[in-house]
């Protein structure tokens, strides 16, 4: 499977043990996740709400109880609704690389030639059970939980090997990702350089397009204008630096991009129904 060019290059978990888990709240950062893709697994367990998540060009709508396994390499999404979601991320390289080598299916699952099906923990109950023994075991992080988190994993494609569960990756697929580079050059451009202006003839350029078709275009993959789409990551951006840095709200802004800051009030209150300093906690 091809992997797209742009993606998400935010490390997860360590070198020794490339596993991480992150429990999503409307207060988290990246509440509403936006389009990204990343070379690790992601499975994705709604603990309460309903989320709406889209994977290239299918949309799922997630119950409390769901889970749903994200495939490497896959352009992914989602949209909260009233949602507490947890994410677990990982990556084979160097947990159970060398033992999934021993067999066609395992190789051909790290070529990404073959894919598992993303609703496979509710069509198994046995990879369902250990999904959620993986959950608990990277959540609460007690002594010896790495231990118990690789050995869930290797459960878990122990049971995909060992009953033939995984696909072939489809064309279908691939010819979604050629359609999706431009969208993808153009998302990369805007997290290079979110800080600084960015016109949408800029854009469109470099998504290689009209601007006309270029924004209709982005409109149909995204669900979003392109100038919805950078004042949402510019706002995702501001969220982690006023939880991460004590920098004043007006230097957030500049930094984010917003040169006007009753403009980024606005924009920030309109995404995450609360002001950028009620978020920080310095007002009540």
Known sequence: MKFYTYRETMPHGTPDLPIDYYYVDEHHPRYQMIHHWHKEYEII?????????TLDADVFYLKAGDIILVNPGVMHSALPK?????????????????????????????SQERVIPVFIAAQNSKIKTIMENLRLAISKKQAGFELEAISCISAIFAQIVGENLSVAASET????SERLLPFENAVAHIEKNFASPISLEELS?????SQNYFCEYFKRVSGKSPVEFLNCYRIEKASEMLMQTDYSVTRIALECGFNDLSYFIKTFK????ITPAKYR????
């Open 82 to 110: 009233s949602a507490v979601y947890e994410c677990v991320l990982f990556k084979l390289d160097t947990i159970i690389k060398q033992n999934l080598m021993r067999y066609s299916e395992g190789k051909a699952l790290l």
């Open 281 to 284: 906690g310095e007002e009540q």
């Open 205 to 209: 350029a470099v998504a290689g397009m």
């Open 45 to 53: 367990f709604v603990a309460d709400g309903w989320l709406e998540i």
């Open 173 to 176: 697929s691939l010819k979604i």
């Open 270 to 273: 309109n995404q995450k129904n």
